[in-house]
């Protein structure tokens, strides 16, 4: 006979942990638009935490754009749910409360409960498709279906630049205080780019209201971390084990989290520094610490980790070798970044090494390949210019762009292919027709890629040299062969 279906509080056993609140005691004051398993696993978490440390109407009306299925596993059980975080000691179950409810598929619903009053802040997950933005105007980008359609009819809004113009259009005409608009997206200066959108929408429809958005409203900036993957039978099959009931919202996700903010709220907040969340005045360097630090040393390990055969993000750091050039990046990432505050560099690369390693997460090296030529500017080229500019080492950088080129053959040392997943895939592969593997030819060739390298990197006879014989070595002895080749480059410890 299987477990009941979660409901209540009460019906929660240990070890499972439940809020220390009653969150019928606690009203809505936030609306989430993009209500699926990351923010779940982050804001809510985080939410939960400031209500049982401060109080406050800060539970959560979730939106989910299009899918019912959120709404029909959540709102049976009010909104509770269980996240189970795992990690290499084992799996932990907490039932989260802040969650009211969910509406789907339902625009006028959510414009409704936009306008409400009691809501102080709106927050956004929706990854950067949904917001129909275009990022080299950063304007609404009007081929996008919900932006169009919504221009068109900007009364009955569906999209999220449409339902954020009209709510506050609405609310300033009924004499409401506005919200905070924030978005929790992995996105540089997500809040910027989202005003930006926001304030070029309601140009369109309505330029005194535009002008009054970009006077008044706030779009803090965030910057959020933790791997979420999608919930499997398994996780159901645990949360019911652990909890005692039938949870059919349950998600899994790791131990580590990460919220950075930018401390503007006009209406105010909850406490979510009770969960761990950091309040600064500016988030941009934190942003690059993370893409420095976290993005870069995962581009170098799964271009290497793919080639040498590692599945998982957690098969490369079982790999001595490679776990040691992962350290060796991660110090080498930190040394070309400023100090921040709140922030010990150290300690954050021995969390990434450990969060790397956690066997309880199967983190996809391929999956974190692809994309290559948009994320290596940001990951690896411009550390590698602050690192030349600083007189710093510049091997561990070439070494994950040398990987990168060796990838870019979309070819295994076994003879197997595999599709590259870029958008200048076409581009790449005709600039390395003729070359063969002649490292030399194969690195001026990518080297050569419009507005992908900074001239300072191809003009650099020593960054060339590197990622060079860095190339050499994997071509000649094939990508295990040189992690150990490389890893011999290290000094001994101590």
């Known amino acids: 006979m299987s477990a009941p279906r979660l409901a209540r509080l009460d019906m929660v056993r240990e070890p499972a942990l439940r809020p220390a609140y009653d969150p019928a005691a606690h009203g809505v004051g936030i609306v989430h638009i993009g209500a699926g398993a990351f923010h779940r696993a982050h804001q809510a978490a985080y939410t939960d935490a400031a209500l049982a440390e401060a109080g406050g109407d800060w539970r959560i009306t979730g939106v989910s754009l299009r899918s019912r299925e959120v709404a029909e596993a959540l709102n049976p059980q009010n909104g509770l749910y269980t996240l189970l975080e795992r990690g290499a000691e084992g799996t932990q179950a907490r039932v989260i ?119 008044e409203i706030a779009f803090p900036s965030s910057m959020v971390d933790r791997i979420t993957p999608a919930p499997t039978a398994q996780t159901l099959a645990d949360a019911e084990r652990l909890t005692g009931c039938t949870d059919l919202a349950a998600i899994e996700t790791e131990p580590f989290h990460q919220w950075v903010i930018e401390d503007r709220f006009p209406a105010g907040r909850p406490a979510w520094e009770a969960g761990g969340a950091l309040f600064v005045a500016d988030v941009t360097p934190y942003e690059r610490m993370k893409l420095t630090m976290l993005n870069g040393s995962h581009s170098m390990l799964a271009y290497a980790g793919f080639l040498a055969g590692h599945r998982y993000v957690r098969d490369v750091m079982a790999d001595a070798a490679l776990a040691g050039l992962v350290q060796r990046h991660l110090a080498a990432a930190a040394a070309v970044l400023p100090a921040l505050e709140g922030i010990d560099l150290r300690a954050y690369a021995e969390a990434l090494a450990t969060r790397f390693a956690n066997p309880a997460i199967a983190h996809e090296t391929y999956q974190i ?79 050569g890629l419009p507005g992908l390298f900074p001239e300072a990197l191809k003009t650099s006879a020593s960054w060339r040299a590197e990622v060079e014989d860095a190339l050499s070595a994997m071509l000649a002895e094939g990508m295990k062969g040189a992690i150990g080749r490389e890893f011999a480059r290290l000094e001994p410890a101590g």
């Open 97 to 215: 409360g802040a969650l009211a409810g969910i509406l789907a598929a339902d625009p006028a619903a959510t414009l409704e409960a936009m306008c409400d009053p009691a809501v102080r802040i709106v927050t956004i997950t929706v990854t950067e498709k949904g917001y129909g933005i275009d990022r080299a105007t950063r304007g609404p980008d009007r081929t996008h279906p919900a932006v169009a359609a919504d221009l068109a009819a900007p009364d009955a809004p569906a999209g999220v630049l449409g339902l954020l113009v009209a709510a506050l259009a609405r609310r300033r005409a009924a004499g409401i205080a506005p919200f905070t608009v924030l978005s929790c997206d992995n996105l540089p200066e997500n809040g910027v780019l989202l005003r930006d959108g926001v304030v070029g929408f309601a140009r369109l429809v309505a330029p005194e209201l535009a002008d009054w958005i970009a006077a």
């Open 369 to 447: 390949a692809m994309d290559g030529t948009e994320k290596l500017p940001q990951r690896l080229l411009n550390p590698a210019v602050c690192a030349e500019e600083a007189g710093l080492p510049l091997r561990p950088f070439a070494f994950a762009v040398a990987a990168w080129m060796r990838y870019c053959l979309g070819e295994s040392d076994a003879g197997e292919t595999y599709a590259l997943r870029d958008p200048r895939e076409a581009e790449i592969k005709a600039a390395l027709t003729g070359h063969g593997r002649d490292p030399g030819a194969i690195s001026l060739a990518l080297h």
